[in-house]
């Protein structure tokens, strides 16, 4: 069983549209959790950290249910400028490596 | 802005050849990964350094490959002998620690062994 699944897509969404990914992790002993953000040949880049009691950023909320070992992000008013790899990514405790998921794919079109 | 730099940004060589790729990570960061991605396996992790110290390298297949942090300003990844099968981009990162570490990455090296 992978560390960290998520469906990979492509999500194709048209402008303005709400999208929501999911990922789940196997250990329950994770300890933090985050989503980046990957561009057509590009490094990822951190999107923001997910907390327990969720979190906002702008367009974007990400929400951690720790009970069912799942993240998720969801994306309000999509952008063209939004199309890109989401990389869901969990961190087991302090002193070992992130974890990444494979990735979702999403494509925002006009 | 301080950035994580990877040399080469590409890197073609034939099977058998040794490959080196270098970091730079930021000045103060104290933590350097080397992750791989492919499209089958996305990004795994090939080893983690803190302080210069290795803590984890069980990602990466040791009778060909070694990381190493010669001091703090670099780090290297070598494959020695190479093969078809090492084609993928290695990524480089680099981070303050801490459970909340963010990872700032490197442009990647881009490799094809033929």
């Known amino acids: 069983r992978k560390e960290v699944e998520q469906d990979p897509g492509p999500f194709n969404v048209p402008e303005g549209a709400t999208v929501a990914f999911n990922c789940t992790y196997s250990n329950s002993a994770s300890q933090s959790f985050f989503w980046y953000r990957q561009d057509c040949r590009k490094e990822p880049k951190l999107l923001m950290s997910v907390y327990s009691s969720g979190n906002e950023d702008g367009r974007f909320t990400a929400q951690l249910n720790r009970a069912s070992q799942y993240i998720s992000l969801l994306i309000r008013d999509s952008k063209l400028s939004d199309s890109a790899t989401y990389l869901c990514?969990?961190?087991?405790?302090?002193?070992?490596?992130?974890?990444f998921g494979k990735g979702t794919t999403l494509s925002v079109s006009s | 802005d301080a950035r994580v730099t990877q040399t080469p940004r590409h890197k073609v060589t034939e099977m058998g050849q040794e490959v080196t790729m270098r970091c730079q990570p930021i000045l103060g960061h104290n933590t350097v990964f080397w992750y791989r991605q492919t499209m089958m396996q996305g990004l795994e992790l090939l080893a983690y350094f803190r302080n210069r110290a290795p803590l984890d390298d069980s990602g990466m297949p040791k009778d060909r490959f070694s990381a190493e942090m010669p001091d703090a300003t670099l780090a290297t990844l070598k494959i020695q002998p190479s093969e078809p099968r090492d084609s993928a981009v290695y990524f480089c990162a680099s981070g303050f620690g801490g459970i909340e570490e963010k990872l700032f990455f490197g442009s990647g090296t881009q490799l094809s062994v033929l």
């Open positions: 990514v969990v961190r087991d405790q302090a002193g070992t490596a992130l974890i």
